[in-house]
């Protein structure tokens, strides 16, 4: 009997130690089930934040607002009065969705705004509020992983249209992967050449 528990046992080890070193990392598994397009299709909008950063604290205020501009909702916009009504909220939400750590009190709202900021509803009135990226387009080049959350991924950032005079960069992306999600921690381009 004492026997068949040591055999038992060193089973039951074996099983643990083999279930133990199957088991991926966030980065792992956010890199296994994400495309080489899906990651150019999310990653690249940390070029719309129109600037290098080591740390997202060290994003403009005026950047982090533009950035929200660019994922514009369809609930914003009133027909009737053919104008803008972006709650605070949205933004902060946007802003949560790629990024953890950011500089963006309401105060800034409430001095950028003035008279198109409705402190009590903490809503922003807009006219238009357009955004363009011109001609930029992205290709995948690399996704390596940093460690057990964290992922490095590097991007060509061109320009298709050659009467603009080509250009193109390599951009640089970090992200730590919170419950399968990509936050972006950092962010720099190195152009080659500019037109």
């Known amino acids: 009997m004492k026997r068949l528990c040591i055999i038992s046992l060193i089973l039951l080890l074996i099983t643990l130690t083999s279930c133990q070193t199957n088991e991926q990392t966030e980065a792992e598994i956010y890199l296994a089930n994400h495309s080489e397009q899906d990651i150019v299709d999310y990653f690249s909008e ?23 501009m660019f994922h514009e909702r369809d609930s914003w916009f009133d027909e009737t009065e053919q104008t803008f009504y972006i709650p605070i909220a949205d933004i902060y939400e946007i802003l949560n969705s790629y990024i953890d750590d950011y500089n963006l009190p309401i105060e800034w709202f409430e001095n950028k705004f003035e008279g198109e900021y409705d402190t009590t ?16 387009s992205y290709a995948f080049i690399n996704a390596e992983i ?31 992967i919170v419950n399968g999600n990509a936050k972006f921690t950092s962010y720099k381009r190195n152009k080659s050449n500019t037109p």
């Open 146 to 176: 940093i460690d057990t959350q964290n992922i490095k991924i590097i991007l060509l950032e061109y320009c298709e249209d050659y009467a603009l005079d080509a250009y193109s960069s390599n951009i640089y992306i970090t992200a730590q």
């Open 46 to 68: 940390a070029a719309l934040f129109y600037c290098d950063f080591n740390d997202t604290k060290d994003i403009p205020e005026k950047n982090l607002y533009t950035f929200a």
């Open 121 to 136: 509803n903490q809503i922003i009135t807009a006219q238009a509020i357009g955004m363009g990226t011109g001609c930029t």
